[in-house]
């Protein structure tokens, strides 16, 4: 399955952050996975690059727009 996101918060990027950032209202291709630490979702969107801090993105930066089966 693959999911796609819309970006609603690009807002408060770290300073640190080095690598891709997304645009508000642009829709992207998405993965779910838990944090180690916390267990919490976060969204990790394909094809991006973040060399740090670690490329993953709080779920309440996205809505979800679209599930689509590839079988």
Do not use: K
Not at 46 to 68: C, D, M
């Amino acid at each position: 399955m693959q999911q796609y996101a819309r970006c609603i918060d690009a807002s408060r990027r770290p300073e640190d952050h080095v690598g891709d950032w997304p645009a508000p209202g642009e829709v992207y291709p998405i993965e779910y996975r838990r944090n180690v630490r916390t267990g919490q979702p976060q969204v990790h969107i394909l094809g991006f690059y973040a060399e740090q801090p670690y490329g993953a993105f709080a779920r309440r930066r996205f809505e979800p727009v679209a599930a689509v089966w590839l079988n």
